[in-house]
C-alpha cells in the first residue's frame, strides 16, 4: 500500500475496503500497522468532509427528554417556570450558566452542546 492523503471519495472508498480486510490484524504486524495508518488517513478526510456538528442545546434538552419521556412541565423543576421552560424552548430566551449547569448535572447532557 502506498501510504497518502485521501483525496476523493474513490480513495476514501477503497480505504475503507482495506480496513474492512485488514480489520482482524494481529498488533504488531504489518498489517495491522497498515491498518492503523489507514484509519488515521480516513480520520483525516472525515473531518474535513464529514464533520459532524455539534447539536444545538434546544435539541440537546428535546431529545434527552424525549430519550427520558419527559414532558415540558417535567423541566420547569430545574429552569424555573413553565412560562420560562416554554421560552426556552421556543428559542425566546437564552439558556443562562445555572441552567445550563443544572441541565448537565441532573440530565447528562454534555455542557459543551448546551454552549451556543
Excluded: C, W
Amino acid at each position: 500500500m502506498e501510504a497518502k492523503l485521501i483525496k476523493t471519495e474513490e480513495e476514501y472508498n477503497s480505504a475503507l475496503a482495506r480496513i474492512d480486510v485488514l480489520f482482524d490484524a494481529v498488533p504488531g504486524s504489518k498489517d495491522f500497522d497498515e491498518a492503523e495508518l489507514l484509519m488515521a488517513l480516513v480520520e483525516l478526510y472525515e473531518e474535513k468532509h464529514y464533520k459532524i456538528e455539534a447539536p444545538d442545546p434546544i435539541e440537546a434538552i428535546k431529545f434527552r427528554m424525549e430519550q427520558m419521556n419527559m414532558k415540558r412541565m417535567d423541566l420547569a423543576k430545574y429552569l424555573g417556570t413553565r412560562a420560562r421552560v416554554s421560552e426556552i424552548l421556543n428559542r425566546q430566551r437564552n439558556l443562562t450558566l445555572a441552567m445550563i449547569k443544572k441541565l448537565h448535572k441532573e440530565f447528562g447532557i454534555p455542557a459543551e452542546s448546551l454552549l451556543a
